[in-house]
């Protein structure tokens, strides 16, 4: 009986194989969605005090959030992507997200 197809590789391997990149930029690849993420999560609080101004949000406030947030983190991801030297990867990664968030699919009237 035979192992399975990609059992004895590491974890970064099989990420470079997933997004067609060498194991050596998938750690870069990693940081940036790291620093993107935290640096969304540190903006929160100061935006929802000044736009509430009492700290607490809003319903409203959080309905708003939740809207705005994904194209917010989509440019904050291609800037750090940019930092450090993978926009093309990002740019394609977005190219890719947002195909499939509106339904663009390869092979469907394109």
């Known amino acids: 009986m035979e192992p399975a197809k990609g059992a ?16 050596s ?3 870069i690849i990693l940081l940036v969605f790291a ?4 640096t969304v ?3 929160k609080r100061p935006i ?10 809003s319903w409203i406030f959080s309905v708003l959030y939740y809207m705005l947030i994904l194209p917010f983190y989509n440019v904050v991801l291609l800037v750090y992507g940019a930092l450090f030297g993978q926009f093309s ?7 890719r997200f947002f195909g499939r968030l509106f339904g663009k699919r390869k092979g ?3």
């Open 89 to 95: 990867f990002f740019w394609a990664f977005e190219k």
């Open 8 to 23: 004895n590789k590491g974890w970064m391997d099989r990420l470079g194989e997933r997004w067609g990149v060498p194991p």
């Open 108 to 110: 469907l009237g394109q």
């Open 41 to 43: 999560m540190f903006l």
């Open 48 to 57: 929802v005090g000044w736009a509430t101004g009492s700290g607490e949000p």
């Open 35 to 38: 620093c993107t993420g935290f």
């Open 25 to 27: 930029r998938v750690l």
